[in-house]
């Protein structure tokens, strides 16, 4: 499928796993909601071809039956939209930031290592967060959409300027018609102990300026979105272990963070809140970059 297409397309990256990865039923659902054509995408790592360990007739084959299998099920839903099948050969995190250049957002799976494999997120799948252009979905194993009814969940940072992010929220939501709950998690600076700052009374003067804060941001977007139920959640703790236990405690249908670019290693695109959060989350999380300049 050419990116140059005038229409929004969501890109789904899928390996040999996409029965039970999740991925594609969540693309799928979002496509519905959309009205938005799937293209979908295999890609064969070309540093296979350089091992020792290739078997180019065995690999292919696999490959296009990976092709036919995943098209014949797309082909087969009741969807009236084209959604397209492609195999390709390249790096697979360039290959698939590349691909979904342009267009609405790219889905993957979270495919981890070893044991604690809940816990570790793919390679590919970190890389392709940290270097998309379009907001990156990435979906746990056995996700099943239709068994998750809850809101959808965005975790804001101290600053609640998250504009791409809070779009792509209210977008999810709205389409799911659900209600959106914004949180936000706040935690001492490290200057501080929490002995010291209870003692003062500084904690209830603390989380009140940051209530205030947070449910005024609510009441401008709820200004811009009146049909949309926006709720508000203010915890204290570590930001990641405390938006993915509000995700949970909701029963979230989606979780969407922000990322600012504000580092020029490709090791730290990806905020560690942000990281963090993909990796421990048991449910589908939405990484929106802020764009440049923000």
Known sequence: MDNATVRPVIHVGLDASWRTSGALEWALQEAELRHEPLDALHVIDERVRRTPYWEPNLIDDAAMQLVGEVQAYLDSSPSRLDHEMDLVVGPPAETLVRRATGGSMLVVGRRGIGAFRRLLIGSTSEAVTAGATVPVVVIPDQWKPADHNGPVVIGLDESGDDQAAMEFAVTEATERRVPLRLVHVWDLPNLYSWEVVNASGLVEEWDADVRRTFHQIAEQWRAKYPD????????????????????????????????????????????????????????PVAVVHEPAGR
């Open 228 to 283: 949309l139920a926006i709720d508000v959640d203010v915890w204290r703790g570590h930001p990641v272990d405390g938006i993915v236990r509000a995700a949970e405690q909701h029963d979230a249908q989606l979780l969407v963070v922000g990322s600012h670019r504000r580092h020029r290693l490709p090791a730290m695109l990806l905020g560690s809140v942000a990281r963090g959060v993909v990796q421990h989350a048991t449910r």
